[in-house]
């Protein structure tokens, strides 16, 4: 395993443990959010040095929770998940590039991009604006409530139509996360300047390098013109609703 497969690995289980609650499961950690049953922020790690596991305890966890048995992790640092939970069920949900940079970004927007504090009144709209973009829903008040002021919203004519994150930095890492913009204002380069501030924000935090994981190949060629390489890849597996 190479040391930076290893190292972002440690970082992202790092983050999602200080944040939820860590449920043991056999060869794996299921990790649930305080806020939410969303499939995307309830999911399973394998454990620290895990070499195998059927998945078993994993699904019962889950399943007795309400919740879609689901993984995500680095796929060089555990290559015998996927072939090791086939059997129950588990299938390729996606397979994501996982890319980085070392330096903070600067890009040109149409857009005001502001930072967004803790407790600020553009919380809830950045907030809404991003799941928009995602197609989903509004954030609940303990979601508002507990915002970690680690976001930027990008502001046209007095609203908020994006938004991006970037995840506590540990280790000199952070994610860029839940780059989103409303459907009216894509295509005019705003979400490439809401990354470009996230990333000049973690790096003012302390980080060194920045990560990210593109959605599609035509997001990462984006990415690739501002600065960010591929270094690892990214494996989500889940079992059918």
Do not use: K
Request: with cysteine; glycine share 10%.
């Amino acid at each position: 395993m190479r040391a930076v497969d290893s190292r972002t690995q440690s970082y992202l289980r790092s983050v999602v443990a200080a944040e939820r609650e860590a449920v043991q499961a056999g060869s794996y950690v299921l990790y649930l959010s305080p806020f939410s049953d969303h499939a995307y922020l309830n999911y399973a790690i394998p454990a620290e040095g895990a070499e195998s596991g059927d998945g078993a305890e994993l699904v019962a966890a889950a399943r007795e929770r309400g919740l879609v048995p689901r993984l995500e992790f680095v796929e060089p640092c555990f290559p015998w998940v996927e072939a090791a939970l086939a059997p129950a069920g588990f299938e390729v949900e996606a397979r994501l590039r996982v890319m980085t940079c070392s330096a903070p970004l600067g890009c040109e927007s149409p857009a005001e991009i502001v930072r967004v504090e803790a407790g600020s009144p553009l919380v809830r709209p950045a907030m809404t604006a991003t799941r928009a973009a995602f197609g989903e829903g509004p954030p609940g008040d303990d979601e508002v409530d507990a915002s970690s002021g680690r976001i930027v919203a990008a502001v046209v004519d007095g609203e908020v139509v994006g938004g991006a994150g970037w995840t506590r930095v540990l280790d000199g890492l952070s994610e860029i996360v839940g780059v989103g913009v409303l459907e009216d204002h894509r295509r005019r380069g705003i979400a490439g300047a809401l990354r470009a501030a996230a990333t000049r924000e973690a790096f003012a935090e302390g980080a060194t390098l920045a990560l990210l994981t593109p959605g599609d190949d035509d997001t990462a060629r984006v990415y690739e013109r501002a600065g960010f390489a591929d270094t690892s890849t990214m494996l989500h597996l889940r079992t059918p609703d």
